[in-house]
């Protein structure tokens, strides 16, 4: 199994951007994701997550801004990040949590910065 975040960049507060995370290796549609970032300094944190069946679950504080969804014909999930803030900064991961069968898998992760 492999997961391939992108998408990240700098920004400035206030706009917007959308993250992808591309699996392959296991059948995608049966998979919940998980979006993780660690802030500069800090240690990582839950930040979105999308079921198999499209239940989304948001950290509190950004709950309103970013939307997590899913298309299973592209096997791919999605984080859109709006009104971005300077304290959204963080390296962001891609997970697959651990299955009956199948260990946790991560993804390499990918930087987004917002300028205040």
């Known amino acids: 199994v492999q997961l391939q975040a992108s998408g990240g960049g700098l920004v400035q507060a206030g706009g917007s951007l959308r993250l992808s995370c591309s699996v392959s290796?296991?059948?995608?549609?049966?998979?919940?994701i998980r979006w993780y970032r660690q802030p500069p300094g800090k240690v990582r944190e839950l930040v979105a997550m999308?079921?198999?069946?499209?239940?989304?679950d948001y950290r509190d504080s950004v709950k309103g801004r970013f939307t997590i969804s899913r298309d299973n014909a592209k096997n791919t999930v999605y984080l859109q990040m709006d009104s971005l803030k300077p304290e959204d900064t963080a390296v962001y991961y891609c997970?697959?949590?651990?299955?009956?069968?199948?260990?946790?898998?991560w993804g390499q992760g990918t930087l987004v910065t917002v300028s205040s």
């Open positions: 999308i079921t198999s069946g499209g239940n989304t």
């Open positions: 997970n697959r949590p651990p299955t009956w069968n199948e260990t946790t898998v």
């Open positions: 290796g296991t059948i995608f549609s049966r998979n919940t």
